[in-house]
């Protein structure tokens, strides 16, 4: 064990916190054709096996939430683990071992991030804030400069940029915006940050055109304006169209296209009716009542498709993914956990992560890491830490 002075000591809680303001910068460089591991995990290895040695690390299974979460790994590894060896003499098998992988990575790294965000003090969510700028920024500058993976591929000319699709780009913004607003009600921060980080993440997510998103993107941006932003609204919204208008000067024509994207996605929605609801997977439900009770594990996904002409994925819901997957033991456990975070937040706090969900009912966001990250920013908050914030 790396003794209690060491690991107390101000050096590695700086460095912790470095470690996270950098991984913010580098999530959107995606390399690789999985969702992780990234560029930006791979700098989390010096980090994380620190914090596994440490005193620390111990005292993190005290806490009921962490109890919670470990349980609901189980159900996952349990259920994964015996679908795995049924399946054993097919291909897709070692799929429900990624499974495993992926959410064994997510929690460790929640209950990483949860640990530093008890460390934090206003100065660092400062800090935070100026980092999300930089990051979102930088994607808006691959934007506007032409810079884009998704300019021609099979998205329809939905932009990527430096990411693998336009949903993990849109997923994205929406979660800075989303802890953006979540701690500028609790710090000051100076408002025309605020609203420069809304302005960029609210045109990335129309170019990325996902309809969640930019409900979601549209619902925090109200909240900023018509009930933090009590004063200088309009001075305010001329800084927020700033990047707006900067777009429209370098991507007039793009812009355009973008709007036309946006009305035939929004339009989809009044006649996709049951072809939509099987794309994303929701008719397994109805086929296959009885995995809301054990579960059917993540991983073989065409063992649920009928049509040839479908392609086998995953759930397209977050929500629907953990009970269809997990059944009674995975969504109680996990809805367990949820609670123990979200029971002592205030109306606020709340709003702010109900875009998240919102998104999440029509996409499977559990694998990416940022959302484990703003449920750590919620869990710290909400456990009466020592940063003295409201």
């Not at 690390?57 to 919670?68: C, H, S």
């Not at 808006?140 to 032409?146: D, E, R, S």
């Not at 701690?183 to 420069?196: A, D, E, F, N």
């Not at 990325?208 to 409900?215: G, M, Q």
């Amino acid at each position: 064990m790396i003794s209690t002075t060491f690991i107390n000591n101000n050096a590695i809680q700086q460095f912790y916190k470095w470690s996270v303001f950098i991984y913010l910068i580098f999530k959107p460089l995606y390399f690789f054709d999985s969702g992780i591991p990234q560029i930006a995990d791979f700098l989390l290895l010096i980090p994380f096996t620190l914090f596994a040695f440490s005193i620390n690390f111990k005292k993190l299974f005290r806490n009921r939430g962490i109890l919670y979460l470990l349980l609901f790994f189980s159900v996952v590894s349990a259920v994964n683990l015996t679908y795995h060896f049924i399946d054993s003499d097919s291909v897709y098998s070692t799929s429900y071992i990624f499974a495993i992988l992926y959410f064994g990575f997510n929690i460790y790294f929640f209950v990483f991030c949860f640990t530093v965000f008890k460390s934090f003090i206003k100065k660092d969510f400062e800090y935070l804030v100026y980092v999300i700028f930089i990051a979102l920024a930088m994607e808006y500058v691959l934007l506007i400069t032409g810079y884009d993976k998704g300019i021609d591929n099979d998205f329809k000319n939905r932009a990527y940029l430096s990411f693998n699709n336009p949903n993990q780009l849109s997923y994205y913004c929406l979660i800075l915006s989303g802890i953006t607003l979540f701690v500028v009600k609790k710090i000051p921060i100076k408002r025309y940050l605020v609203s420069l980080i809304l302005s960029l993440s609210f045109v990335l997510i129309v170019c990325a055109t996902s309809r969640p998103a930019i409900i979601g993107a549209l619902i925090l941006i109200s909240l900023y304006y018509f009930v933090v932003c009590k004063k200088h609204v309009f001075k305010e919204l001329l800084v927020f169209i700033i990047p707006i208008l900067l777009f429209l000067v370098f991507n007039t024509e793009q812009m355009q296209e973008d709007f036309k994207r946006i009305d035939k996605r929004f339009a989809k929605v009044e006649y996709a009716g049951k072809t939509d609801l099987v794309e994303r997977g929701f008719m397994r439900v109805v086929d296959n009542p009885n995995m809301l009770i054990y579960g059917a594990g993540e991983g073989n996904y065409e063992r649920f498709v009928k049509n040839e002409s479908l392609l086998p994925s995953e759930f397209h819901s977050a929500i629907g993914s953990v009970w269809f997957s997990y059944g009674l033991a995975g969504i109680t456990s996990f809805g367990l956990f949820l609670f123990y975070i979200f029971k002592k937040l205030r109306v606020f706090d709340l709003i702010t992560f109900l875009p998240i969900l919102l998104y999440n009912l029509f996409h499977n966001g559990m694998r990416f890491s940022l959302l484990w990250f703003f449920l750590a920013l919620l869990f710290a908050i909400s456990t009466n830490v020592k940063q003295n914030i409201p």
